[in-house]
């Protein structure tokens, strides 16, 4: 069976995946104007300041919108079908994930439902995922 | 108005299935067309514009033209609007008189073409491709759940816009399909990307088509009647799906069609006739709200009561488009190819006389956008 995609970092986004080998979900702000940002890239989308941080983000998120997808990508064949998220950081920024800890069907995936941050080991990365955030969390 | 015209536009004899035909072939196959097309040869061609494969370089050796302008602008889908776009600029500046703008793709057989596969160490292969992102039918389709909690579309609404685009395909004998469908037969043809089923997802095909651009005051000297380029946009969001601003509108299709509508001097109410491109069925709705045709959250409705098909208010899409006439992977060309048509007259299912056309193409996965003001008359 073919294997899932791996991703390599780049200088500008080694920190992140260096924050995700830690168990940290590591973006980036500005330091003029204050915008959180993803994905990582030396320059503030909202600005244009150069003068950017890095910052350990909470983890906590919302689902902003999804597919179930029934045509698997190499690796994920045992997995289809599989939900395709982009989920909303607390933060403000978004990004994609998959759920995990939770079936992924319409009626278990509810948009703006609350979500945390995990970690799966993928080739020589930690992969950022997200799983349903229980009431109290 | 942009002082050029459509002196000359054609497709491949046949679009669909053609495992005879490389991707280059069905660039040259439609420029050869379109020459004859526009009553002109290769000497006549001093400008050239097509995507980054095969490139504006292959292509105009391969036709034996020597360009002094090309353009290899490769923004997606919409790319070739954008190419008509920058050839209008370029004629105005005097750096071309006469130029050919090529499309090919062996989508579907996949006969001399590249694969698509994005580096892991790019953008989209660190932060999508891991998640099983892989292709159109997994990223362009994630924004829709958004739209409809928020604008209350319906599945049933979303199914319809495959309907209502299947009833002018029946019209169409190049159409690929052409059988009538319902609603409830799009809502039971198998799950691709949840909410998205298989008669909501474009077609898979080859073909090509070319335009010849040049100035509008050479209206006149050719076989067809000219099509005025009245307005041009183009603008650009996000690479990646992830990263667009609201799921519920593109600013790429809302900015672009605002630059073209502007340069026209239009508005939405002159509009008679429209081509959205629609690699998934709720482009379309993406579009009207876009366009400004009609307000946010009333698309859906507004295609499922009619408006868009045969004796409607606003034909759209009256090709079938990507859903049921032909999707090579590269739409854009097809959409402009029918404007065309429907401005000369010449329509497999012509509208009544229409005086303005708009054709407004997606590049990418709501990554680009270009809108082009189609007229009989200059403005």
């Not at chain 2, 604008?151 to 609404?157: A, D, F, I, N």
Request: glycine fraction near 12%.
């Amino acid at each position: 069976m073919a294997e899932k995609a791996v991703p390599v970092p780049t200088p500008e986004t080694q920190p992140f995946w260096d924050g995700c080998a830690a168990g940290e979900l590591r973006i980036q702000r500005c330091k003029d104007c204050g915008e959180a940002y993803f994905y990582p890239r030396p320059v503030c989308p909202q600005c244009g300041s150069a003068d950017v941080e890095w910052f350990t983000a909470s983890g906590a998120a919302t689902l902003y919108s999804y597919v179930i997808n029934h045509r698997p990508a190499p690796g994920f064949e045992d997995e289809a079908p599989y939900a395709i998220a982009v989920v909303q950081l607390a933060e403000g920024p978004r990004m994609m994930a998959n759920l995990t800890g939770v079936p992924n069907t319409p009626e278990d995936l509810v948009l703006d439902m609350p979500l945390r941050v995990t970690f799966a080991r993928r080739g020589a990365v930690s992969l950022p995922l997200f799983t349903p955030a229980g009431p109290g969390k | 108005m942009t002082g050029v015209i459509i002196a000359g536009a054609a497709e491949t004899d046949q679009v669909g299935k053609l495992p005879g035909h490389s991707t280059l072939q069905l660039h040259l196959e439609a420029a050869l067309n379109t020459l004859a097309d526009a009553g002109l040869t290769t000497r006549d061609i001093d400008g050239i514009a097509t995507v980054s494969f095969p490139g504006p370089v292959q292509v105009a050796h391969s036709l034996g033209i020597t360009p002094r302008w090309m353009d290899g602008t490769a923004v997606g889908g919409t790319s070739f609007l954008l190419h008509v776009r920058h050839a209008a600029a370029a004629i105005t500046a005097g750096h071309a008189s006469t130029v050919l703008i090529t499309h090919g793709e062996s989508g579907r057989s996949r006969v001399g073409t590249a694969r698509y596969a994005p580096s892991p160490s790019s953008v989209q292969g660190q932060f999508e491709a891991p998640y099983g992102a892989f292709g159109p039918t997994t990223s362009f389709t994630i924004p829709v759940l958004r739209y409809m909690k928020e604008c209350g579309l319906t599945h049933e609404q979303l199914a319809y816009v495959a309907v209502a685009q299947r009833r002018w395909a029946a019209k169409n004998p190049r159409a690929m399909f052409r059988d009538p469908i319902t609603a409830d037969d799009v809502l039971a043809s198998r799950i691709v990307a949840w909410p998205f089923h298989l008669l909501e997802c474009c077609l898979v095909t080859d073909g090509g088509g070319a335009l010849i651009v040049t100035s509008a005051d050479r209206a006149g000297d050719y076989p067809k009647p000219p099509v005025h380029v009245l307005g041009t946009g183009e603008s650009a969001e996000t690479p990646l799906i992830s990263q667009m601003a609201d799921f519920t509108q593109s600013q790429a299709m809302r900015l672009a069609g605002q630059a073209a509508f502007a340069e026209a001097g239009i508005a939405a109410g002159d509009v008679g006739h429209l081509m959205i491109y629609d690699a998934f069925a709720h482009l379309p709705i993406y579009g009207l709200e876009a366009l400004g045709f009609v307000a946010r959250g009333e698309a859906g409705p507004f295609i499922a009561e009619g408006n868009t098909e045969p004796g409607g208010s606003l034909p759209l899409n009256t090709n079938g488009g990507g859903l049921s006439y032909t999707h090579t992977g590269m739409y854009g060309m097809f959409a402009i190819q029918e404007a065309v048509r429907q401005i000369r007259g010449e329509a497999a299912a012509q509208v009544a006389g229409p005086e303005v056309s708009v054709v407004l193409g997606n590049g990418g996965m709501f990554a680009t956008a270009g809108v082009l003001v189609l007229g009989r008359q200059p403005r």
